[in-house]
C-alpha cells in the first residue's frame, strides 16, 4: 500500500508500495545477483526513520485552473504533478515552499509555464542542515526583474525568522534544466554549512552534495573502516565531488589527493580542506581516467584508492591505470550495481580480490542501491 497518496503520478518512489522490510531484502537480494560471485554480501544497512530523510527540497512552481500550485517537476510530460509535502523530503523545508508559494500569490506574481515561456517564478529549492540547523532558500526565476524582491524577502524572513540565506538565481532557458547561471544573494551569505562526520562543509546553491547525512556518515565510516589507513599513506580520492569522502579520511593519511571533473565541486573541495584546517588534501579538476593515467606514466606510488564514480562505472582508462599504478587496497563506491559488476570483473582479472561487499540504503522507498566494496591486491 503506497503511503503517498501521489506516489503513482510522481515516480520518484518507485518501491513506496512495498514495506521497508521488503525494499530492504530487494535491495539485499540484487546486489546478491549481481556482485555475490565475488564475495559474501554484508547485510544491507538501512534507516530507522525511513522517511523525511532528504536534506534538500526542490519544488516547480506552476499554473493551473487560474491558481498557483507548487510540486514535483515530470520531464517526461514537462508538467508539474502538485505536491505540498513529500514523504522523502524535510517537512520544515516543505513547509518554507509552502510560504514562498503564497507569497507570489500576495505578491501577484505570476508561475513560470514551460510550454509558453510565460511567467515568472520557476521552482524553490531548500537545504537543510540537521546539524547546524542552517537553512538556505533559492528562489529560482525566469529572466526579468524580480518585482518587489527586498520585500518579498522580508516577508519570507518574518514568517521563517531560522532562515540563514536567500539566493535568487535566474534562469532563462526554455529547458527544464533547475539552475541558471547567474545568481544574486539577497539575504545572508550565499552559502549554509553543514556538519559531516565531525567536519563542516560549505554548501553553496549549485555544489553537490549527498542529500541523506544521516547514511552519508554510515557509508563513509564503512569506506574509512574498509581502507583502515595507519598515516602513512597517499590516497586518491576519484570522482572526489566536493571532496567530502577524501577530508574525511585526511586525518588518517599521510596525503590526499582527490580529482572531480566539475569545476565547481573542486572550488568548494579546495575551500572545505581550508576551512577544516586540512593541508595534507588537494584537489585536481579533470578526468579521473585521464588524471589516474598520468600517475601511471608517471609511476607514482599510490596506496589506496577510493573512487566513487556516476552509474556509468568507472572508464576501461581508469580502471587499466588503477591495475597499472597497482595501489594495495581499492575502494569502490557503487550507486549502480550493474556498472559495478562488469568493474569487478576487470579488478579481478587484473589481480585483486573482492575482500568485503556492504550495501547501504541511502534512498529509502526508490530503487537506488549504494554499495561500498573493499579489494586488495593479491600479490
Ligand atoms: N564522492 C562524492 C561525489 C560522488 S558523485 C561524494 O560522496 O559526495 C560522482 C562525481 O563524479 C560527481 O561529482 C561528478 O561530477 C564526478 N564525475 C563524473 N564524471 C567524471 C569524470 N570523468 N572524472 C572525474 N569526475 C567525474
Request: proline share 3%; aromatic share 8%.
Amino acid at each position: 500500500m503506497n503511503k503517498c497518496p501521489i506516489a503513482k503520478k510522481c515516480g520518484g518512489c518507485q518501491l513506496q508500495n512495498l514495506s521497508y522490510d521488503e525494499q530492504l531484502s530487494l535491495k539485499q537480494s540484487r546486489v546478491i545477483r549481481l556482485v555475490g560471485k565475488y564475495c559474501h554480501v554484508d547485510e544491507i544497512i538501512g534507516m530507522d526513520e525511513p522517511f523525511h530523510y532528504r536534506n534538500k527540497a526542490t519544488h516547480a512552481l506552476s499554473f493551473r485552473s487560474g491558481r498557483i500550485i507548487s510540486g514535483i517537476y515530470q520531464s517526461a510530460t514537462r508538467r508539474v504533478v502538485e505536491a505540498d509535502s513529500c514523504l522523502l523530503e524535510d517537512e520544515y523545508s516543505c513547509k518554507i515552499v509552502q510560504t514562498v508559494k503564497r507569497l507570489c500569490i500576495d505578491f501577484k506574481i505570476k508561475a513560470y509555464d514551460l510550454n509558453t515561456g510565460r511567467g515568472f517564478f520557476r521552482h524553490v529549492m531548500v537545504r537543510r542542515s540537521a546539524g547546524t540547523k542552517q537553512i538556505m532558500v533559492v528562489l529560482v526565476t525566469a529572466k526579468g526583474d524580480f518585482p518587489k524582491k527586498r520585500e518579498f524577502v522580508d516577508a519570507l524572513i518574518k514568517r521563517h525568522s531560522d532562515i540563514t540565506t536567500v539566493v535568487w538565481n535566474i534562469n532563462p532557458t526554455d529547458t527544464p534544466l533547475f539552475l541558471g547561471s547567474k545568481s544574486e544573494t539577497l539575504y545572508g551569505d550565499g552559502y549554509i554549512t553543514d556538519s559531516l562526520c565531525g567536519l563542516v562543509f560549505r554548501i553553496s546553491p549549485r555544489s553537490f552534495y549527498q542529500v541523506n547525512t544521516l547514511q552519508t556518515e554510515v557509508l563513509y565510516g564503512k569506506v574509512r573502516e574498509f581502507a583502515s589507513l595507519s598515516h602513512s599513506e597517499t590516497v586518491i580520492d576519484a570522482y572526489c565531488g566536493t571532496g567530502t569522502i577524501g577530508l574525511t579520511l585526511a586525518r588518517d593519511a599521510k596525503r590526499v589527493i582527490g580529482v572531480e571533473l566539475n569545476g565547481d565541486s573542486v572550488k568548494d573541495a579546495i575551500e572545505n580542506a581550508s576551512i577544516n584546517g586540512i593541508k595534507n588534501a588537494e584537489f585536481i579538476n579533470g578526468d579521473a581516467g585521464e588524471y589516474m593515467q598520468s600517475l601511471a606514466e608517471g609511476k607514482e606510488r599510490v596506496d589506496t584508492v577510493i573512487t566513487d564514480p556516476p552509474r556509468a562505472g568507472c572508464s576501461r582508462q581508469f580502471l587499466e591505470s588503477l591495475l597499472a599504478l597497482s595501489p594495495k587496497k581499492v575502494v569502490y563506491v557503487s550507486c549502480n550495481p550493474e556498472t559495478l559488476s562488469r568493474d569487478l570483473f576487470t579488478l579481478r582479472k587484473g589481480g585483486y580480490r573482492v575482500k568485503k561487499i556492504q550495501p547501504v540504503d541511502m534512498f529509502p522507498h526508490t530503487e537506488h542501491i549504494e554499495t561500498v566494496v573493499l579489494l586488495e591486491r593479491s600479490v
